[in-house]
């Protein structure tokens, strides 16, 4: 499997700037936390000890902690940004700025490891997903949320076509197949997987662009200046409207992943 060239500090850094905007963007992100909220409510009702990898700004824990009082809850993102936002969402959980790849706790620590919207941005799941089984006690659930293969496939194909793709290449996201794959690889029964399509309307593809960066997710692979250069950029956007552009504006699709798996 393609390695993805992420650079992690300048992921940490772009989503430290967006964290305190980042709520009022982010609207897929929204729709993705309702449903593992009604996954966790399937799969995990008994869950006391639960970590939130990725936490961005803790507005998943904070609505977790609301419906189960009591909860023993802990969470982790790269951003420090965000592990601020997290903390005054959610100041009934222990917040810390980690990497999924290395978490700082025991091994078993938690009945339930949850993670939405993140693992897209590691240069692969394999090592997070690897980390969560070994924090899980026996029987302790991880569910699992990111962004799979056919997303933002409208700006994806227009950048290719503009050859964007020869000079720097794309990130590249996961098959739902390959999500079974890498759960199980990690030693995790799978419970689980189900995918959707989640389609933001935008006026223009600059508003996707500018979007993008709003959330902080634009500065992904080392050596992506907006789209790579202006020329790439500006035919990118040309070929994105002649395809995509109506009355609504703009599509941009969302591929949303989502797995429940069990330690043994």
């Given at each position: 499997m393609r390695v993805n060239p992420v650079d992690k500090r300048r992921v940490g850094a772009a989503f430290s700037r967006s964290?305190?905007?980042?709520?009022?963007?982010?609207?897929?992100?929204?729709?993705?936390?309702?449903?593992?909220?009604?996954?966790?409510?399937?799969a995990a009702p008994g869950a006391r000890r639960v970590l939130d990898v990725g936490a961005g700004t803790g507005a998943l824990l904070a609505?977790?902690?609301?419906?189960?009082?009591?909860?023993?809850?802990?969470?982790?993102?790269?951003?420090?940004?965000?592990?601020?936002?997290?903390?005054?969402?959610?100041?009934?959980?222990?917040?810390?700025?980690?990497?999924?790849?290395?978490?700082?706790?025991?091994?078993?620590?938690?009945?339930?490891?949850?993670?939405?919207?993140?693992?897209?941005?590691?240069?692969?799941?394999?090592?997070?997903?690897?980390?969560?089984?070994?924090?899980?006690?026996?029987?302790?659930v991880l569910c699992v949320a990111l962004f799979g293969a056919r997303t933002l496939f409208e700006l994806r194909e227009a950048w290719r076509e503009a050859g964007g793709e020869r000079a720097l290449g794309t990130h590249r996201f996961l098959a739902r197949e390959e999500l079974a794959a890498a759960l199980a690889a990690a030693g995790l029964a799978v419970e689980e997987t189900r995918d959707e399509e989640l389609v933001e309307r935008h006026p223009d593809a600059r508003a996707v662009l500018r979007a993008l960066k709003a959330v902080g997710a634009s500065n992904a692979v080392p050596g992506r200046a907006g789209l790579g250069g202006r020329r790439a950029t500006l035919e990118t956007i040309r070929r994105y409207e002649a395809r995509h552009l109506g009355p609504a504006g703009v599509p941009a699709t969302y591929h949303v992943l989502y797995g429940v798996a069990r330690r043994r």
């Open positions: 964290a305190g905007a980042y709520d009022a963007r982010a609207e897929v992100q929204r729709v993705v936390q309702d449903r593992v909220l009604a996954l966790l409510d399937e609505r977790l902690l609301a419906a189960r009082p009591g909860l023993s809850a802990s969470a982790v993102d790269l951003a420090p940004g965000m592990c601020g936002t997290a903390r005054r969402a959610a100041p009934g959980a222990a917040v810390s700025a980690a990497d999924a790849e290395a978490l700082p706790f025991r091994d078993g620590a938690f009945d339930l490891v949850v993670t939405t919207s993140t693992l897209q941005w590691l240069p692969r799941v394999a090592p997070a997903l690897e980390e969560a089984r070994r924090v899980l006690a026996p029987g302790g």
